[in-house]
């Protein structure tokens, strides 16, 4: 079975202040895909980022970034500088082959200018 | 393209009565998602298509819900008979899929705007 946490519920920070959101899994597959969503207070859930198993390649986009380690089965994703728009719930997900994703808690990120 | 596009975005109704929830998801995608989200439970998926056909439905709570996809372009969630505590947002998503490798686009799911159910 596939499981997300994301053990912080909600972060509080100043706007241009960094922040970085946690994302630990579990699944037993060897081909997986990792995402993250946010859900702006609109309730629309938005793509953000996605990361394949078989790339630990971390980038940057713009003010987001993230770092996938398979060692400790994470998937972190951190806003630079970040600004009042950001304040949402921010959702970690995993997803098999079939396409089958399996969404972490969610972290509400309240950013306050 | 307008989007994965629900209706009604949102329904009160009264415990006992039949619900059914619209999906018309983005042309060309070849999987479609229900999703539940409430408070307590957090996002759940209740049952997905590829190509119209059900694959997993292993999240349908019980059978007072049913989904259906008779074309590639629109998909139900009926809930017969209703009970309170269904209430919950379900959104509907779609998605495609691109194959395996490092340039591979698995799976990204684009979310409609969700139908916001109370039942009472």
């Known amino acids: 079975a596939q499981k997300v946490t994301q053990a912080q519920t909600e972060i509080s920070v100043v706007e241009k202040e960094d922040v970085t959101l946690d994302c630990v899994y579990e699944t037993r597959d060897t081909t997986y895909y990792l995402f993250w969503y946010k859900q702006p207070p609109s309730g629309e859930l938005v793509f953000l980022i996605r990361r394949n198993s078989f790339d ?19 998937f972190n994703f951190t806003i630079t500088a970040s600004q009042v728009v950001d304040s949402a719930v921010y959702f970690c997900a ?20 | 393209d307008a989007g994965v596009i629900q209706s009604p975005r949102h329904e009160v109704t009264e415990m006992g009565q039949e619900v059914t929830l ?54 139900t969630l009926k809930i017969q ?29 684009t979310f409609g705007a969700g139908s916001r159910l109370t039942v009472l």
């Open chain 2, 81 to 109: 008979p209703s009970e309170p505590r269904d209430s919950a947002v379900y959104f509907c998503a779609s998605s495609f899929w691109t194959g395996y490798g490092p340039l591979s686009g698995a799976n990204v799911l």
């Open chain 1, 56 to 74: 630990e390649q971390n980038e940057i986009s713009g003010r987001y970034s993230w770092n996938f380690q398979k060692s400790t089965s994470s």
């Open chain 2, 22 to 75: 619209r999906c018309k998801p983005i042309s060309g995608h070849d999987y479609l998602f229900w999703y539940r989200q409430t408070m307590m439970r957090g996002l759940e998926l209740l049952i997905y298509f590829n190509n119209n056909v059900p694959i997993d439905d292993s999240g349908m709570p019980e059978d007072r819900f049913s989904a259906k996809m008779p074309n590639a372009s629109f998909s």
């Open chain 1, 94 to 113: 995993l997803s098999d082959k079939a396409g089958k994703s399996t969404f972490g808690d969610g972290t509400t990120l309240t950013v306050k200018p």
